[in-house]
């Protein structure tokens, strides 16, 4: 791992990343104490670099607060998407979230244990190689109760409740999270996996940045996501 406090890049960059690597050593972020600590910031630089990396979208903060609450993939608190991967486990921020550790781990060995939104089946998916090679119940699938423009009015909400695993397209169909078609998105487990790559793939490199909406609009169109709802 690199060190932040002496490496090259941004201050937003260096504590990014350093707030990424406490996560996948620690399965839970560091406080702002320790990132004062370690790259030797005053409480009042890093209370700024923190509003600047949410104000990217690169976090989420508790409100009211500067604790982590979310560097994506990863959850601080407890949720319904559990990941294993590298000998650790880690708490995934919703089911898109917890099949992106695959592609954010250089396709490293993931597996995930979850619960049908509608009944509380408990879901098992495992990724290899680019794929998932278990899927059980078979016909899981990842629901995304919003639009892809609606997402970030909410993200801590849209991340908690509204992008899920169901168990069957009956069971989405039963629930209350149920959306009418042009606006919800039911997809596979492959599917997702393809979707995050350009957002996922470079999370744990020092000059990450998030893709552009053009960048992000490209990649839905080139995996066949068309219309109106993959638009963002």
Known sequence: MTNPATGEGTLAQRVRLRVYEHFLEHSVPPVAEQLMAQLNLTREQTADVLAELEGQRNL?????????????????????????????????????????????????????????????????????????????????????ALRPTQWWDDIITTCSNTMVFFDSPEHRDASELCAPADEAASLTPDQVHALGGPIYGRRLQPDYERPSRDALNAHFAALGLSGPYWQV
């Open 60 to 144: 989420a903060l508790v409100r009211g607060t500067r604790r982590i609450l979310m560097a994506w993939p990863f959850s601080a608190i407890a949720t319904p998407f559990r990941v294993h991967a590298r000998g650790r486990d880690y708490f995934a921020n919703c089911s898109w979230d917890a099949i992106a550790f695959h592609e954010m781990l250089g396709n490293d060995d993931v597996a995930i244990d979850s619960f049908c939104h509608h009944c509380a089946q408990p879901i098992r998916i495992e990724l290899a190689g680019g794929r998932a090679t278990h899927v059980e119940p078979a016909r899981t699938l990842v629901y995304l």
